[in-house]
T-cell receptor, first 116, second 111 residues
Framework: DSGVTQTPKHLITATGQRVTLRCSPRSGDLSVYWYQQSLDQGLQFLIHYYNGEERAKGNILERFSAQQFPDLHSELNLSSLELGDSALYFC???????????????FGPGTRLTVL | SQKIEQNSEALNIQEGKTATLTCNYTNYSPAYLQWYRQDPGRGPVFLLLIRENEKEKRKERLKVTFDTTLKQSLFHITASQPADSATYLCALDIDDYKLSFGAGTTVTVRA
């Protein structure tokens, strides 16, 4: 158990809908990262938040947004969902902001999103 | 364009043998490289980190090498066990705050 929690575990929804994925980092970790993993794309970095502020963006679609709250939990919002958004979405946390090369990322169990 | 390639999609080996996985990259100059293990339907788990100025690092039965001239890292699992069966991912820092992952190599260890 990494100490990172994600809810829900599974989500099934229809095209055009909007969903929110939730992540609670390990106790004391200030950074939260979101990743998307699909069969054809592998693990893709989406976005990184550090202590409430956006730190870096990857290949995140404009239909997707995220935020980190004062209690450090994070939410990833996916809107106007398409079939191709079906994937595993992972959240990871680390103690700092990736400035140290020893800043290991701890991954949560993931949310499996299925868009029908 | 930047690319990370891991040798093959699948590696089948006999228990007790050494598994060797390759991670090659182009158009990157990473300060460090990480290896993760991922079991089906679960999140990746960090295994080892090696810095650009380190040639080799070991942890129990795992060994990683890093050759910045060849732009390659090798990941070895010695005395392999069926419990080592998983997908192994290499990841490079592409700037201070981003990790880029390879597609992974799935290892199956036969008893």
């Amino acid at each position: 158990d990494s100490g990172v929690t994600q809810t829900p575990k599974h989500l099934i929804t229809a095209t055009g809908q909007r969903v929110t994925l939730r992540c609670s980092p390990r106790s004391g970790d200030l950074s939260v990262y979101w990743y998307q993993q699909s069969l054809d794309q592998g693990l893709q970095f989406l976005i990184h938040y550090y202590n409430g502020e956006e730190r870096a963006k990857g290949n995140i679609l404009e239909r997707f947004s995220a935020q980190q709250f004062p209690d450090l939990h994070s939410e990833l919002n996916l809107s106007s969902l398409e079939l191709g958004d079906s994937a595993l979405y992972f959240c990871a946390s680390s103690a700092e902001g990736g400035l140290a090369d020893t800043d290991t990322q701890y991954f949560g169990p993931g949310t499996r999103l299925t868009v029908l | 364009s930047q690319k990370i390639e891991q040798n093959s999609e699948a590696l089948n080996i006999q228990e007790g043998k050494t598994a060797t996985l390759t991670c090659n990259y182009t158009n990157y100059s990473p300060a460090y490289l990480q290896w993760y293990r991922q079991d089906p339907g679960r999140g990746p788990v960090f295994l080892l980190l090696i810095r650009e100025n380190e040639k080799e690092k070991r942890k129990e039965r795992l060994k990683v090498t890093f050759d910045t001239t060849l732009k390659q890292s090798l990941f070895h699992i010695t005395a392999s066990q069926p419990a080592d069966s998983a997908t192994y991912l290499c990841a490079l820092d592409i700037d201070d705050y981003k990790l880029s992952f390879g597609a992974g190599t799935t290892v199956t260890v036969r008893a």
